[in-house]
């Protein structure tokens, strides 16, 4: 009895204690328990669980408890003759001397209680308490230090714990368990042990899936873990094969392999990742006026029971920091991140490397011991739960679409999964979204022909005096998940078993292709139409980049309907700013200018901004490029009748299809023309009658004209590529280097020419997606890399194209008149 008092008395000053100086934070969301609580209040207790006895956290998860409406920790469980004095199963008791195996005597009990009787259920409820891990947290770099990790905390620890991290105290509620179905389960699956065994290992597994998301897998240290890699079956394998096929010793062999390793192998710190957090925050709050987030409760319901890939988009060097920075903030373990090769840069290099990054090099060609380190490297990273991060581009986008995507750490973590795994795989494809870049400059000069700057520790200390320049809100969506176990099954390749090196089966490269491709079109889907993009949009197609606000706010009213009424896709986010604060807003972030003229207010696009708001209007073209190919055949008359121009549509979407990566398969495209059609109408740009198309002379024609202008830069240079091939293919051997070489110096010829608008920029990119799209649709030999037209490419290319433009034709002919000492130049430039 004195020792029941005298607890009391010790959890009543505790919770006092605690009451001034802990604010603990749930995560996760309790109202699943809530609802099952109120619904079984006779039959069905709660019992919270706990990995070790702790009155501090017992006191904190009473306190949540109680202010969610479910039962206290204190409360007595009373079922039939048992009569607990509290509802708090600690998991690990304080093991008993020459026991092999010791369960907690209070589950033993509750067993045995509801074997006796069967009317009663307990919901267990494991509940995780992690001390300097909130979302809200550290604010030095001593208190970083001793932040919770999978170490289990002393007394002293604990103290420490309570003392530094009064307001960082994170709390997560499991979703419960019924100890009825898992003592059922036991005695069918473990007959010979008490049911206690597979409960715990229930639990265990349950603190496990939700510790891990949080804090990531219980890494070892990066030398320890180096000197395992080296051992492995793989690896060593490798070495042989390098010391028979290079002529050089087992030793030499070993050696580049441990310099590999420690060329690539992240140095995780927790000290590292919290002192990263605090510098973020600071910089953020300069920086940006705030970072809205989306869709973020998806991915921690898959870090349970998945091996998490974040698939972003790259758009500029703060997406590493950025994404780390959302998902720690959140409650979620940061991933491990394929950073290039060139970022590995003194100081730099290693911050990263502790938060996590490793390192790898652009090409592994030719290095069968390097390609076989890194597989291995990668492999041990999926066989332990690590979240992975990579960009399925490659490198940053400098045109604001989205790049074709490179595959070679996607069909490598694939190969990994194959070769054996623990948890399936999800892919969660992620946007950004900026309204100013840090790099807006650098991307400016290649874009004008400048070679692109190396990365350099002056480059980054360079950038950061930008650090007081306001560069407006900063968006990340998380896009719909991609299952990778579906995709193998899509293919029939989720019985295939691969090791290390092994050829990928066609089935197998089938589901990287897929899901490399899906992974892009779930992207684009998760788009976010912020205030500068869609202002760019608007302006940058209009003569002179400029149009009267009255003008504007009803083009930006009209735009705005557009995407509610032909919404891209759930996902996609669309600013609330009404049209004038839209204006408002660009013109803060000094992007556009006002001016008076005639006692007409006018807004134009800032002369420095014109290339880099472009960018910004590149981010969601995909949402109105099917909108304007079909504007842009009506405006020319390509299309009189409804029949003729799904017809057009049908013929031209394969290769907008791959350069914008839309979500639309061949099948539902006719569907999409219809609604798309129907908008029109509503909005009195079109009219329609016995099937055929008329276009109306109304308020509604500049929104035509816009819509139309927009595919302009990818039909011209389809038209442009198109051109070439034919004429060139047959007088020297043409590759995709030499291809290119001859669209910019025939665009640049073409620039000068009158009525001839194209673009800002000739995008290489367009040129690989045109170019594969030709290719899938069996216009060009597949030869790679020689660019090889068939017999009719040129008959049926004019058909595709004949109603665009008959005079950029000869415009185009006519700046391609090249010499052969001209073409010997660029054959020569592309080898280089």
């Not at 259920?121 to 979302?135: E, F, M, Y």
């Not at 293919?491 to 490399?516: F, G, M």
Request: glycine residues 4%.
């Amino acid at each position: 009895m004195s020792n029941t008092r005298y607890s009391k008395i010790y959890r009543n000053l505790t919770k006092k204690i605690l009451d001034k100086i802990v604010t603990p934070q749930v995560l996760g969301n309790t109202a699943e328990l809530e609802q099952n609580f109120a619904q079984n209040l006779d039959k069905t207790k709660i019992c919270y669980v706990i990995e070790d006895p702790s009155v501090s956290n017992t006191v904190l998860i009473d306190k949540e408890a109680l202010e969610r409406g479910l039962p206290s920790v204190y409360t007595n469980l009373n079922i039939a003759h048992l009569n607990e004095v509290d509802s708090l199963l600690a998991l690990n008791e304080v093991e008993q001397k020459n026991e092999s195996y010791h369960y907690s005597s209070k589950l033993i009990r509750l067993i045995e209680t509801l074997e006796k009787n069967t009317e009663y259920d307990i919901q267990l409820v494991p509940v995780t308490v992690l001390w300097g891990r909130a979302p809200e947290y550290e604010n030095s770099w001593f208190k970083a230090l001793f932040a919770d990790a999978w170490a289990k905390p002393n007394k002293l620890k604990q103290t420490i714990n309570i003392s530094l991290y009064g307001r960082d105290n994170y709390i997560e509620f499991h979703k419960p368990l019924s100890l009825r179905e898992l003592i059922e389960r036991a005695k069918t699956e473990h007959p010979n042990f008490s049911p206690a065994h597979l409960i715990v290992q229930e639990l265990d597994a349950s603190f496990h899936k939700h510790k891990e998301a949080i804090l990531g897998p219980d890494l070892s240290d990066r030398r320890n873990l180096i000197n395992k890699l080296m051992k492995t079956e793989a690896v060593q394998t490798a070495i042989r094969k390098e010391s028979i096929d290079k002529k050089v010793s087992m030793f030499e062999a070993e050696n580049r392999a441990k310099g590999y390793l420690t060329e690539i192998v992240s140095d995780f710190s927790y000290s590292t990742l919290r002192f990263a957090e605090l510098a973020l925050t600071k910089l953020w709050t300069q920086l940006y006026d705030g970072i809205e987030v989306h869709n973020f409760d998806t991915v921690r319901e898959l870090a349970k029971d998945y091996e998490i890939v974040y698939t972003p988009c790259h758009r500029s060097h703060i997406d590493y920091l950025l994404l780390s920075y959302v998902i720690f903030n959140r409650g979620l373990m940061v991933p491990h991140i394929a950073a290039g090769i060139n970022l590995n840069l003194p100081i730099v290099g290693q911050i990263m490397r502790g938060a996590g990054a490793y390192f790898i090099r652009r090409t592994f060609s030719g290095n069968a011991l390097y390609s076989s380190v890194f597989k291995e490297y990668l492999h041990s990273l999926l066989l332990r739960n690590t979240p992975l991060e990579y960009f399925i581009e490659g490198g940053r986008s400098r045109t604001g679409l989205l790049l074709p995507p490179k595959k070679g750490m996607l069909a490598m973590t694939i190969e990994s999964h194959l070769r054996g795994s623990i948890k399936p795989i999800a892919f969660i494809p992620t946007y950004f979204g900026y309204e100013k870049l840090m790099e807006g400059t650098s991307y400016l000069n290649e874009l004008n022909g400048k070679p692109k700057e190396a990365e350099s520790l002056w480059g980054i200390l360079n950038s950061a005096r930008k650090i007081e320049k306001v560069f407006g809100q900063v968006y990340v969506n998380f896009g719909e998940p991609i299952f990778l176990n579906n995709v193998l099954k899509d293919n029939r390749a989720e019985n295939i078993s691969l090791k290390l090196n092994d050829e990928l089966p066609e089935a197998v490269t089938k589901t990287v292709d897929q899901t490399a491709n899906e992974i892009l079109e779930n992207i684009n889907k998760a788009v976010v139409i912020n205030p500068i993009s869609i202002i760019s949009l608007i302006l940058l197609n209009t003569k002179n980049h400029t149009l009267p606000q009255e003008n504007l706010i009803q083009q930006i009213r009209v735009f705005k309907d557009l995407l509610k009424s032909l919404k891209y896709d759930e996902r996609m986010i669309v600013t609330d700013l009404s049209d004038l604060e839209i204006i408002e807003y660009a013109h803060k972030l000094k992007q556009v200018e006002l001016y008076t003229e005639n006692e007409e207010l006018f807004v134009r696009v800032v002369e420095s901004q014109k290339v880099l708001l472009s960018y910004f209007s590149n981010n969601i073209l995909h949402c109105f490029i099917l909108p304007s190919i079909i504007c842009s055949l009506i405006q020319s008359n390509a299309a009189t009748s409804i029949t003729a121009l799904k017809q057009r549509v049908n013929q031209l979407y394969p290769f907008f299809k791959e350069e914008f990566f839309l979500k639309w398969n061949t099948d539902e495209l006719d569907t999409e023309i219809d609604k798309i059609l129907n908008e029109l109408s509503i909005l009195s740009a079109i009219n329609i009658q016995n099937n055929k198309i008329y276009l109306n002379e109304s308020d509604s024609h500049n929104t035509v004209m816009t819509l139309t202008v927009l595919s302009e830069l990818s039909l011209n240079n389809m038209v442009l590529i198109s051109q070439l091939i034919p004429r060139f293919s047959s007088k020297i051997e043409l590759d995709f280097k030499t291809l290119e070489k001859l669209a910019k110096a025939t665009l640049k010829n073409l620039s000068v020419q009158e009525g001839f608008r194209s673009g800002y920029y000739f995008d290489s990119a367009t040129l690989r997606s045109f170019i594969t799209a030709l290719t899938q649709n069996e216009l060009l030999a597949s030869s790679h890399p020689v660019i090889h037209p068939i017999s009719n490419f040129e008959m049926q290319i004019l058909d595709y194209f004949s109603w665009y433009k008959p005079q950029l034709i000869e415009l185009i002919y006519a700046s391609s008149q090249f010499t052969e000492k001209e073409l010997k130049q660029f054959k020569d430039a592309s080898k280089k």
